[in-house]
Each structure stands twice: as structure tokens, then as C-alpha cells.
């Protein structure tokens, strides 16, 4: 025979079904409250919370600012800098466009330059040649290749810089141009600079140009 249930347990039973059905009580903790409060009124805990957010928030500017940074430092050094690769390869192509040798050779039309071939088509994205590097009497070269096409014909641009130590700025070691089955044509030559004197003239014994 089945006891039957006390009154405290027809009791407790009745409290656990009514407790077990009444709703949750969340407790939320807003930081925008938090922000609009003194310091001195915060509890300890939403010090933390404030302290917490303040450093966040920190960090991600932090980030932002070194990322910013070194993109603006990548660009300069890259493509603004004097002595950058991209602002050589400008140049240099402006010399093989203005010259009347490689106009004559390439074609009197726009005259194209690009880097290295790649899978993309288009011919701006090419990246151009270059490299770097330094000698041990401390001189500083920089070298770039780069191909140029005209209406005519097709050649490869070969570009050769020198920084002595001490100095700012890059100077020509050479700039010439090969067109395939024609003559190079140069149009920064040291060597032959330094070998017929500072001006580019063939200068004879004791500064006389003898006739011969």
C-alpha cells in the first residue's frame, strides 16, 4: 500500500514546479552606463569592465596607426623616394622615349615599357628587374632591365647606378638600349665618359686635340 505524500512534501513539490516555471533573471551590465559615470562611482567590477574596454580600444588605434605607417613607408620608399626602383624605371624610360636613336630604332609612336613577363596580361602589372647590392669599396649599385616595344621593333632597357659612400643620390654607371640585330645604343656611358675626358670630348696629350 502506497504512502501517502506529507503536507511538507505536498508543499515542497508545489514550490520546486513554481520555481522551476518562473523566468530567469538576467543580469546585464551596459558600458555605455558605465562610460557616462565617474570614476568614483564605478563599483569594482565595472572598473575592470571600463579599464578592460579603454584598453581594447587602445590597441585596435595602436594597430591602426602602425598599420598606416608602414604602408605610407612602403609607398615612399617604393615609388615616391628619389632613388626608388619605380621612380628610376620612369625616368629611364622618359630618356629612351625623348631619345632620337631608340625613337628611330622602336618606332615614332607611343613607346611601351614593362617589367618581366608574368601570366597577366596586362603589362603594367609586370614587375620590373631590379636588384641591389654593395661592393667592397662600399659603393652602392642598382641595377634594373626592364623591356620597352614600339611600332617598329622591341628592345631591353639595361640601367646601371652608382652611390659613392658619403653621397645622397644615385649616378649613371650606364643606360644603354639593344634592339636584337641592331647596335646598342647608349645613352649614359661612364666608362666612355671618363675616357674622353669629363665632358664627353676626346681631349689629346696635354689638353690638345692633335688631329689624329
Known amino acids: ?10 508543499a515542497a513539490c508545489s514550490f520546486l514546479s513554481t520555481a522551476s516555471r518562473s523566468p530567469k533573471k538576467q543580469i546585464t551590465l551596459r558600458t555605455s552606463d558605465l562610460s557616462t559615470k565617474k570614476w568614483a562611482e564605478l563599483s569594482g567590477g565595472e572598473k575592470v569592465v571600463r579599464t578592460a574596454s579603454t584598453g581594447v580600444s587602445a590597441a585596435t588605434i595602436l594597430v591602426g596607426v602602425a598599420l598606416t605607417g608602414a604602408i605610407v613607408t612602403f609607398v615612399y620608399l617604393e615609388v615616391i ?34 617589367g618581366e613577363p608574368t601570366s597577366n596580361r596586362w603589362s603594367r602589372n609586370r614587375p620590373i628587374a631590379a636588384s641591389v647590392s654593395r661592393d667592397r669599396s662600399g659603393f652602392e649599385h642598382l641595377r634594373i632591365h626592364f623591356y620597352v616595344e614600339g611600332d617598329l621593333d622591341k628592345g631591353v632597357v639595361n640601367l646601371h647606378l652608382i652611390k659613392r659612400p658619403g653621397d645622397q643620390e644615385y649616378e649613371y654607371k650606364y643606360l644603354f638600349l639593344d634592339v636584337p640585330g641592331r647596335s646598342r645604343v647608349y645613352l649614359e656611358n661612364a666608362d666612355d665618359t671618363q675616357r674622353h675626358g669629363g665632358d664627353g670630348r676626346k681631349k689629346g696629350f696635354l689638353g690638345v686635340k692633335w688631329g689624329w
Not at 1 to 10: L, V
Open 1 to 10: 500500500m502506497a504512502r501517502p505524500f506529507s503536507a511538507k512534501a505536498t
Open 81 to 114: 623616394a628619389p632613388d626608388s626602383v619605380t621612380n628610376w624605371f620612369n625616368r629611364a624610360t622618359d630618356r629612351v622615349r625623348s631619345d632620337p636613336q631608340c625613337v628611330q630604332l622602336l618606332g615614332g609612336g607611343r613607346i611601351k615599357a614593362y
